[in-house]
């Protein structure tokens, strides 16, 4: 499993968890920070053998997450 990490938004920070399926970069669940955990420490806990990763794909996406919010 991977992640990427989105720390600047309005609502803090946001991450992707991702894997590559069939070649092709899937996105398993986004996270969204709680007022009493980070969506970085909440990967860390349920994704705890994840490691920081991206491509041009899942780049896209969060800049696309990013902007919404």
Not at 26 to 44: H, N, Y
Not at 58 to 67: F, P, R
Request: one cysteine or more; hydrophobic letters at 45%; proline letters at 4%.
């Amino acid at each position: 499993m991977k992640k990427k990490i989105i720390k600047t938004t309005p609502f803090g920070s946001v991450a992707i968890i991702w894997t590559i399926l069939d070649g092709s970069p899937k996105i398993i669940r986004v996270l969204l920070s709680k007022p009493e955990l980070s969506a970085e420490d909440q990967a860390l806990k349920i994704y705890s053998n994840s490691k920081i990763s991206s491509c041009a794909e899942i780049d896209s996406v969060g800049n696309a997450i990013k902007a919404f919010l």
